[in-house]
């Protein structure tokens, strides 16, 4: 494994959380429970400082098969990625409820970093610990849009925040 931590600073010049996470930059949340490892694909997140520690927020639909695993274990990491996004839109459409093997299907390979699960062609890796979760309430939508947009199954998402407790970058 060729990672370096690096400053938790560092994170802001390496990913632009407004236009790439959500356009250019998916990424993958990682969780391990007792039963095993689920990874889904995500472009829903932000970044910032709550409670006086830096945190990533992540929003989750409450039927993704990764949810069980974060809420199990309270960690999980992000992996963000130079590229890859066939693998990953093969991640984020497929179950590992349906398909127990889909990390090795997608051709991707689990490696650790500080015990958590993560994967060796990443080019960052945040370690996350969950701190606050609460599911999206439709009363509390101001735009009434929103939820009819989004949400027609009323499947909405619990938002996840958690400290980033370290961060890696691939040394090349």
Not at 20 to 45: P, Y
Not at 113 to 130: A, H, M, Q, R, Y
Request: hydrophobic share 35%; aromatic share 12%; proline share 4%.
């Amino acid at each position: 494994m060729n990672y370096e931590k690096i400053e938790l600073k560092e994170i802001s010049k390496m990913i632009d959380p407004i236009e790439e996470m959500r356009t250019k930059n998916w990424f993958l949340v990682t969780a391990q429970d007792s039963e095993g490892i689920n990874t889904l694909t995500a472009a829903w997140g932000s970044f910032g400082n709550v409670w006086e520690k830096k945190i990533v927020t992540i929003y989750i639909r409450p039927q993704r098969y990764t949810k069980k695993f974060i809420d199990n274990s309270q960690e999980f990491t992000i992996t963000f990625f130079d590229g890859y996004q066939n693998e990953m839109g093969y991640l984020g459409k497929t179950s590992g409820r349906d398909v127990p093997n889909k990390i090795e299907k997608s051709g991707l390979h689990l490696t650790e970093i500080d015990g958590k699960p993560t994967f060796e062609e990443g080019k960052l890796v945040l370690v996350c610990k969950t701190l606050y979760k609460d599911s999206f309430k439709p009363e509390n939508f101001i735009d009434k849009e929103i939820p009819e947009k989004i949400y027609p199954n009323k499947d909405y998402s619990v938002m996840y925040i958690a400290e980033i407790t370290n961060a890696y970058i691939k040394n090349n």
